[in-house]
C-alpha cells in the first residue's frame, strides 16, 4: 500500500526532488556511499505503479534535484571564473541540469512501461539494468558528461570491489541493484528474507574481491613530487604571467630534483612550447643529470599555427609529447554556428576551438616508466584511460580545478580520478593547479593529498605495475553494460519460464 504522503502527484514530486538533494551527500566530499542507495530505493517506490508520463516526472524532479544541488559548481567555472554574462550562464546551466535529468526520467519511463507492477521483475531486473545503461547513455551522448554516475560515489564502500571487474558502471548496477531490493522489501514483507539475503551476498562478495589483486608491482618504491601551483585564472593568462608561472613552479620545485619524476598540472607554463622550449631544454639537461623527469602542461600550435593543442611535455631523462584527445565543449571547443561566435567574440568571451590529439598516442617515456597521460576533464571516461593499458604502467593526470572555485566541484572531479585507478589496478599520479594534487594507490585509496588552494610541492612514492584487470583486459564501458543487459535478459527468461511452468 502506498502511504498517503506519495500517493498524490505532487507530493510524490516534491519528495523526489528532495530524495535527489539529498542523494549527492552519497559523492564527495561528504562520503556517505550509503545514502545513494535508500534515496534510489525511495525513487524507485515513489515511481510505483505510476504511468509513463508520471513515473518519467518524477524521474525528471529526482534528477533535477540531483543534480541541481551537486553541479552548482559549473555556474562558477561559467560566470565566476569564466566571465560569461551571468543570465547566460545560468541559462546554460538550466539547460545542462534539465537534460542530465532527462536521463533519469527515461529510465523510469521506460521502465514503467514495460515492468509497471512491483514485484521482483521490476526492482531486481529492469530498474537496476535500466538505470546503468542510461548512465552509460550519458557518458557519451553529446560528447558524454557521466558526473554524479553512481559508481562514483562507492569508491570507499564495499562495492569497489566490483570495479576492477566491471568499471564504474558495474559499481551504478549494484548500487541500483541493491536500491531495487530495498524497494522490493517494503513492498512485500514476506520477500524482506530473500532481499536482505542478497543484499549479504552482494555486498560481501563485493567486499571480498576488494581483497584480489589483479595486478601486480614490478618497480621499487619511485619518488614523485606533484607541483601545486595555485595560480588564480584571471592572473594565470596575462601578458607578463609566463616569466612568473616558471619562476614559481621553479621554486617550488627546487629541492625536489632527485625526485624521479616532478610533475606540474595541466597548462602550468601558460604559452606556446616553442616559445618556451629552450627555457625546458636548459632546465632538462640540469633534471637528466639527477636521472628524473619533469611532465608539465602547456598548449603547442602545428607547424603552420592552424591548430592549437592542450599538450604535456615530458624534459629531462624522459621523453614524449601528449596532446589531449577529448576535449570540453564550450571550453575548449564550441559547438556554435558562425553568428554565435561572432557575438561571443564581440563580449570578450573565448570563441576559438582547440584541436584534440590523435585517439591513439605512444605512452610518455620516464626511464623504466610508460606513463598514461590524461589531461583534466579526459579522466571522467573510463574507457579512454584504459585504452592507454598496457603499454602505460602509471597513470598521470594534470588537472586545473581552479575553474570551479572553493565548492564540491574539485572532490567530485578527484573522487572520480581514483576510480580509474581502480579500474586500471594502476597508481594515479595527479597535480593540479589548485585543487586537488594526490597520489592514488591502485585500491582507490588516497596515499598523499596537498592542501587545497595553496602553493606546495608534495612528495611522495609510488610503483610502477604490471598485468590488466578484467575492465582494463575489455578497455570498454558498452561491453560491460551489454554483459550485464544479456544477463539480466537471461534471467528474466529463465523467471518467466518457470512461471509458466508453475
Known amino acids: 500500500m502506498r502511504s498517503r ?8 514530486y516534491a519528495l523526489a526532488l528532495i530524495a535527489g538533494m539529498i542523494s549527492v551527500t552519497a559523492f564527495a566530499p561528504f562520503g556517505a556511499f550509503w545514502v545513494l542507495p535508500l534515496t534510489l530505493a525511495v525513487l524507485f517506490r515513489l515511481a510505483d505503479s505510476r504511468t509513463v508520463r508520471r513515473a518519467a516526472a518524477i524521474g525528471l ?32 546551466l538550466l539547460g545542462l541540469i534539465v537534460l542530465l535529468a532527462a536521463f533519469i526520467a ?15 521483475l521490476r526492482y531486481l ?72 539475503a542478497l543484499l549479504i551476498v552482494l555486498w560481501t562478495g563485493a567486499f571480498g574481491l576488494r581483497h584480489v589483486h589483479w595486478t601486480t608491482p614490478n618497480s621499487k618504491p619511485l619518488s614523485v613530487t606533484l607541483v601545486q601551483g595555485d595560480i588564480a585564472q584571471q592572473a594565470k593568462w596575462s601578458p607578463e604571467s609566463v616569466n612568473q608561472a616558471i619562476y614559481r613552479y621553479g621554486d617550488l620545485t627546487r629541492g625536489h630534483w632527485q625526485s624521479d619524476l616532478v610533475i606540474w598540472p595541466e597548462t ?23 636521472d628524473t623527469t619533469l611532465i608539465t602542461g602547456l598548449l603547442r600550435a602545428s607547424d603552420d ?7 604535456v611535455v615530458a624534459v629531462g ?37 582547440l584541436t584534440p590529439g590523435a585517439a591513439h598516442q605512444k605512452p610518455i617515456v620516464a626511464g623504466q616508466l610508460a606513463l598514461g597521460i590524461s589531461i583534466c576533464y579526459e579522466d571522467i571516461f573510463g574507457d579512454l584511460i584504459a585504452s592507454d593499458v598496457p603499454p602505460a604502467n602509471v597513470l598521470v593526470n594534470v588537472s586545473d580545478d581552479a575553474w570551479f572555485g572553493r565548492s564540491i566541484g574539485p572532490d567530485q572531479h578527484f573522487e572520480i580520478a581514483r576510480m580509474r585507478a581502480v579500474e586500471t589496478g594502476r597508481y594515479l599520479l595527479r597535480a593540479d593547479n589548485s585543487a586537488v594534487t594526490g597520489i592514488v594507490a591502485p585500491s582507490g585509496v588516497v596515499v598523499a593529498r596537498a592542501p587545497d588552494f595553496k602553493s606546495t610541492a608534495l612528495t611522495g612514492h609510488f610503483r610502477s605495475y604490471t598485468g590488466l584487470t578484467p575492465f582494463a583486459h575489455w578497455g570498454n564501458d558498452g561491453v560491460v553494460v551489454l554483459a550485464l543487459a544479456i544477463g539480466g535478459l537471461a534471467a528474466l527468461g529463465q523467471w518467466l519460464r518457470s512461471r509458466r511452468r508453475r
Open 5 to 12: 504522503l506519495i500517493a498524490g502527484t505532487w507530493p510524490a
Open 61 to 92: 524532479a529526482f534528477g533535477i534535484g540531483q543534480f541541481g544541488a551537486g553541479t552548482y559548481w559549473i555556474l562558477i567555472a561559467l560566470s565566476g571564473v569564466g566571465g560569461a554574462p551571468l543570465p547566460l550562464a545560468v541559462g546554460l
Open 106 to 120: 527515461l529510465s523510469l519511463g521506460v521502465a514503467a512501461r514495460i515492468a509497471p507492477h512491483p514485484g521482483a
Open 125 to 196: 531486473i529492469w530498474l537496476p539494468i535500466l538505470w546503468t545503461l542510461v548512465e552509460w547513455l550519458r557518458s557519451w551522448v553529446f560528447s558524454g558528461f557521466p558526473w554524479l554516475s553512481a559508481g562514483y560515489s562507492q569508491i570507499a564502500s564495499p562495492l569497489v570491489g566490483i570495479v576492477p571487474i566491471l568499471g564504474v558502471f558495474g559499481a551504478s548496477w549494484a548500487v541500483a541493484l541493491s536500491a531495487g531490493a530495498l524497494a522490493w522489501a517494503s513492498t512485500q514483507p514476506r520477500r524482506a528474507p530473500w532481499a536482505i
Open 268 to 290: 602550468a607554463i601558460p604559452d606556446y612550447y616553442r616559445s618556451v622550449k629552450p627555457a625546458l631544454e636548459n632546465l632538462g639537461k640540469r633534471l637528466a643529470k639527477h
Open 305 to 311: 599555427g592552424q591548430h592549437i593543442y592542450n599538450s
Open 317 to 353: 631523462a624522459g621523453n614524449g609529447l601528449y596532446a589531449k584527445r577529448h576535449l570540453v565543449p564550450f571550453g575548449e571547443y564550441f559547438p556554435v554556428p558562425e553568428i554565435v561566435r561572432r557575438w561571443m567574440a564581440e563580449s570578450g568571451m573565448p570563441y576559438s576551438d
